[in-house]
T-cell receptor, first 113, second 112 residues
Framework: KAGVTQTPRYLIKTRGQQVTLSCSPISGHRSVSWYQQTPGQGLQFLFEYFSETQRNKGNFPGRFSGRQFSNSRSEMNVSTLELGDSALYLC????????????FGPGTRLTVL | AQSVSQHNHHVILSEAASLELGCNYSYGGTVNLFWYVQYPGQHLQLLLKYFSGDPLVKGIKGFEAEFIKSKFSFNLRKPSVQWSDTAEYFCAVITNAGKSTFGDGTTLTVKP
């Protein structure tokens, strides 16, 4: 089976812009979670989607949003980008809802200038 | 609010040395515990997990972890590390409701 894929792999944006990141889960997986990874802060949980519904949300401002489509693919959107949003954004898919084992993608490296 | 603390940010060992990475969590309810590993240039992958039952769990590549409920700990161990174990290790707690919390990670460097 193909692994979790994330596009694009790298992005450079400027402050105030918005960005959309995409995640394609492993075939058959119904849950997708998103994380922000920064040096020294580990992985910060953004949200989890299961069957097109957001189950959980981490402690991030409303500028961070997401959605999941009927084919389980997910997108994450960040509006009004700030310098502090520069990070690696990881997507993980699971066969079932959390706390099932998560399979991580390679991430999207976002740089905000 | 739940939290996960990994005490060691960077551990340096020689090959064949024993390894123990600490992980403590804070959460009042039922927890599901995980250790994930990220080898250089690779994706995060599962090392082992604990949901219930035997508190001593075995994972891939000779790793094991022990859940001690009274200490809120889930420490990772390996009797003899290899150079190929050089990686970053993350402890995670996921509640039954699906809320995930990861520790800040421990970088392990194994000297050949």
């Amino acid at each position: 089976k193909a692994g979790v894929t994330q596009t694009p792999r790298y992005l450079i944006k400027t402050r105030g812009q918005q960005v959309t990141l995409s995640c394609s889960p492993i075939s058959g997986h119904r849950s997708v979670s998103w994380y922000q990874q920064t040096p020294g802060q580990g992985l910060q949980f953004l949200f989890e989607y299961f069957s097109e519904t957001q189950r959980n949300k981490g402690n991030f401002p409303g500028r961070f949003s997401g959605r999941q489509f009927s084919n389980s693919r997910s997108e994450m959107n960040v509006s009004t980008l700030e310098l502090g949003d520069s990070a690696l954004y990881l997507c993980a898919s699971s066969p079932d809802r959390a706390p099932d084992t998560q399979y991580f993608g390679p991430g999207t490296r976002l740089t905000v200038l | 609010a739940q939290s996960v603390s990994q005490h060691n940010h960077h551990v340096i060992l020689s090959e064949a040395a024993s390894l123990e990475l600490g992980c403590n969590y804070s959460y009042g309810g039922t927890v599901n515990l995980f250790w994930y590993v990220q080898y250089p240039g690779q994706h995060l992958q599962l090392l082992l997990k604990y949901f219930s039952g035997d508190p001593l769990v075995k994972g891939i590549k000779g790793f094991e972890a022990e859940f001690i409920k009274s200490k809120f700990s889930f420490n990772l161990r390996k009797p003899s590390v290899q150079w190929s174990d050089t990686a970053e290790y993350f402890c995670a707690v996921i509640t039954n409701a699906g809320k995930s919390t990861f520790g800040d990670g421990t970088t392990l460097t194994v000297k050949p």
